[in-house]
């Protein structure tokens, strides 16, 4: 293994510079808000502020899912939060999530609206809200809280460590990407040896651990992330590639995945979503014709 050694951490760490890569003009090492901005509201019980990443993309399908199950009360706005922009640092947002990461959620059906923020955490609320998504035996409800943790815990390591060392960072540091390959494919068999045993990951029923994990893990073997799916022999994870075709193929995935969407084909993004009817009507290639 290359090693260096050219840099000695001094005894109290400063932050002096952007640190280079796709979001040093972002990181900053202080919470809170650099601007006022209030947040747009519409019209629906739901308002998501999101951008489509995957923890974004969760919500979306969650979202759409619900509405196919027949919860009008489901029914949403979705507010584009560009964080390449730092639309996560303004006054409105960080009230929403002190955190400043998307996505985050307001729920405005009750007497005073409540803020709900961390993607698993909402997840599990409008599962709970909607009495769906959720298996209710008290096994499978377990088995899908664990992986739905799981994966909140887990998927740090490839959006962190593995997308950040091999595709944003400005150098390419073999120790780092070593040790989060290593760990990516770890978690990926994991994976594909429990989804060996289950057709989703709860058991029998699709769930919201299906909805939190298909984004980040059913989007890497598909080669939607970071562009290593050859790097990382993704094809070896047969089981994780069946799953990940499977729930691609439902319709309400398709069109969450698009929600907040700024990359891709245009046909695949819908900055905003305000009606069900906007997936036909809104898409970029549509607005910018
Ligand atoms: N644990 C959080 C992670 C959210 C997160 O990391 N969001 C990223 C995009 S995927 C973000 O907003 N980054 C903006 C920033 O770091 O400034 C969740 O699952 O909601």
Do not use: C
């Not at 899908?144 to 390419?172: R, T």
Request: charged share 20%.
């Amino acid at each position: 293994m290359t090693q260096s050694s050219d840099y000695t951490p001094p005894k109290v760490w400063t932050w002096e510079k952007p640190s280079g890569g796709q979001f040093a003009n972002i990181n900053r090492p202080i919470a809170g808000a650099t601007h006022e901005k209030a947040l747009p509201v519409g019209r629906h019980p739901l308002q998501l502020y999101s951008l489509a990443t995957p923890n974004g993309q969760k919500v979306a399908i969650m979202l759409e899912e619900l509405l196919a199950l027949g919860h009008s009360g489901a029914e949403y706005d979705a507010w584009l939060i560009n964080i390449y922009k730092g639309d996560q640092f303004g006054s409105g947002f960080v009230e929403v999530n002190p955190n400043s990461k998307i996505p985050a959620l307001m729920d405005r059906s009750g007497s005073k609206p409540r803020r709900v923020f961390e993607s698993g955490a909402i997840l599990l609320y409008l599962a709970e809200k909607f009495g769906a998504l959720l298996p209710t035996d008290a096994d499978a409800r377990t088995e899908a809280l664990n992986w739905l943790f799981w994966q909140m815990g887990s998927a740090p390591y490839v959006g962190g460590g593995l997308g950040h060392f091999y595709s944003y960072a400005p150098i390419k540091i073999a120790y780092a990407i070593d040790r989060f390959a290593m760990e990516t494919k770890r978690q990926l068999d994991v994976l594909d040896r429990h989804l060996a045993e289950n057709n989703f990951i709860a058991g029998g029923e699709y769930s919201i651990a299906d909805i939190a994990i298909w984004p980040w893990y059913g989007n890497l073997v598909k080669g939607e992330l970071y562009g290593a799916a050859e790097f990382l022999q993704v094809s070896d994870y047969a089981n994780v590639v069946r799953w990940a075709d499977t729930i691609g193929e439902r319709p309400a995935v398709k069109r969450g995945r698009m929600v907040n969407r700024i990359t891709g084909p245009l046909s695949s993004q819908l900055h905003e979503r305000h009606d069900a009817s906007d997936f036909d009507t809104k898409t970029q290639d549509k607005v910018q014709t």
